[in-house]
């Protein structure tokens, strides 16, 4: 079978294996808490909704709530069933009935002896999820949580009365969520036994988080304890494992300074994000829009790493920047959309996110397709086929959950940590393999490349000694005949025509001579040491200055006593004999001046002259160009004289500057 059907195979079935598990975990999860069963209850002639203590079986979900929009109701009034259906509003009040024992079910009070405390009464526990965005909660006539801070409101006034007015005016809205415990007392003696009553006074400042978001559940202490505990310590595993994937791959991308791992490591990032945004709304936060605007961000976050995976360009379209710009955009959509105190605004906002993760995860999801269909390795696409399904859970499968196990959006997150852990680790120890291998036969390569080398230069050599010695034979013999030839001539064009050929071979013979030293010093192969340039500049100088005397040049050498450069004796040598043997016999100069300067750990070498300069248009460092076109030079010197400066690690060059010719070498400090 071939490579590109596996893949197929593998990230279709991948595909269905991620929607079968949403789906059983989606109709799992509505079924896993049973619901209370609603009880219809007279009380002062308004009909309410109740549970009884004795229809709670382990652990219930709480559906028998009523509910008043806009006001808060005083604590012995009457809240009726009326409202149960409505949308909620900015603000209003929860009331819950949880009543004792009818006549007949007294009979059978017994089974209820696990919720007996020592006080005489039967206990359960309610636990709320978070109320948007600030409550307060009553047991009876006890205030018993606070959470955050009401527009205006006196707690007094609804719990002793000692107040005469429900507003207090000193009081502002503060946004506060968090999950509460809360304890309900029911009396197990017959003759003072009634109903328990839970008040959840509410006030929002965002129209589109009001009110409980979430499953109310009701049951044994033990059990609601447990099942709530449960969540946040898997959360809480879930996210450390996120930002230890996070910080390995963080680690590796600084150690190893590459970029190779930066998918790995924007996906564990935004995982981790997802993980413990939703662990921090678990618990007490001053700042759950900023949380939930988080945990959506982490959604594009995740589709942002996914689409590195895209090619840079399809023809002249560029896909990678193209979809990466929009998931961008979307992102953050994702994370402004809770800041958005309006419905119309946070529709809006919402859609557009939608419409973009959509749209990124459709052309993600086919790239990927085509990659594998055309031998690409799936390795990490793997992510991109549960990033699809997994975008399309949180934006269509949203719901809440009374146990995070059964989320698919935790699953499918943790699904994609295993890829990218397991993945990225065998990548990572597989390079580390190779890696260690080269570096073990590094030395044997080197040798064999070294050697090489060495071979490649000799025959180099052995070439250069044949041009520069044995047709250098022919040229001496081509100058004795010129020689003889113009002793025999008398006419004038005649004489003219043999003393130019008798130049162009003296050039000739000059050039071959250049070429032999050239091979006999083997520049390349020469090497380098710390030298005092002052030091060789002064000789080399020194011995020049009776020529510089004889052709009227006055010489200045200006160097500091000791200037230390990493270079090649002869090379250098032959260098600075070179540019200032150039500027005696061809720049027709009066003045020649050699100095050295430090600049940026390197030194510079100027050999200046106010000579007639170079009046070649073409690159002076040219094999066989000439710098003055009148004296039909070959400019062999300056070509070799470059490449000696090349050797060192330096840089050879030339400028016209204000009438004077400078030649600068420009070589490492030692």
Sequence with gaps: MKQSVKNLFGSVSLLLICLTVSLILIFAGQGAVEDTPIRKKDVTGITVNAVSIFDVKGVMKMTAFNYLPNEFAELGETVSDENEGDMPAKRGTYRFYIDTLTMEEWNQSESLNHLLKPDGSWHLTMYIPPVFSACSVYVQ????????????????????????????????????????????????????????????????????????????????????????????????IGAIIGAATLLLFLLICILKRSFSFIPQLLFAAGIFLALFSTYLLFGFTTAPYFLLGLRRFSVGFILFASALYLPKKIGKIPVLYMVSAVTVAATALAFLSPFCTGVSAYTSVCRAFAVLALLCTAVIFGFTIRAVCTDKPLRFRLNNIITAVLTVTALFMNQSFPFIVLSPAFWLCLGMLGVTLVLGLREFITAEIRNRYLTT?????????????????????????????????????????????????????????????????????????????????????????????????RRVTNDLRPDCEANGIILTVTLPEKLDVYAKRAALESVILNLVLNAIEHSFCTHLSVTAIKRKGMCRLDIVDDGQGITTDKNVFDPYVSGNPSENNSGLGLFLAKAAVESMHGKLTYERINNFTVFSATLPLA
């Design 441 to 537: 036969n590094l030395e044997r390569e080197v040798e064999r490349q070294t050697q090489s080398l060495q071979n490649i230069l000799s025959e180099r050599d052995k070439m250069l000694l044949y041009v520069s010695h044995d047709m250098k034979k022919t040229v001496v013999g081509m100058n004795y005949s010129l020689t003889d030839l113009r002793q025999n001539l008398s006419a004038p064009e005649l004489v003219k025509k043999v003393d130019f050929l008798l130049q162009k071979n003296a050039e000739l013979k000059k050039d071959f001579a250049d070429l032999g030293k050239y091979g006999r010093q083997n520049y390349v192969a020469e090497q380098s040491e710390v030298l005092n340039l002052s030091q060789i500049v």
């Design 141 to 236: 006539y006890q205030n018993q949580e606070y959470v955050g801070s009401i527009d205006r409101y006196n707690i007094e006034y609804y719990t002793n009365y000692s107040s005469p007015s429900e507003f207090d005016d000193s009081v502002s809205h503060q946004t506060a969520t968090q999950p509460l415990l809360i304890d309900i007392p029911i009396s197990s003696d017959n003759k003072y036994s009634r109903e328990c009553i839970v008040t959840i006074h509410y006030e929002t400042d965002n129209a589109n988080f009001v009110g409980i978001k979430g499953d109310i559940l009701i049951g044994e202490e033990s059990a609601v304890q447990k099942a709530v505990a449960q969540n946040r310590s898997i959360l809480l």
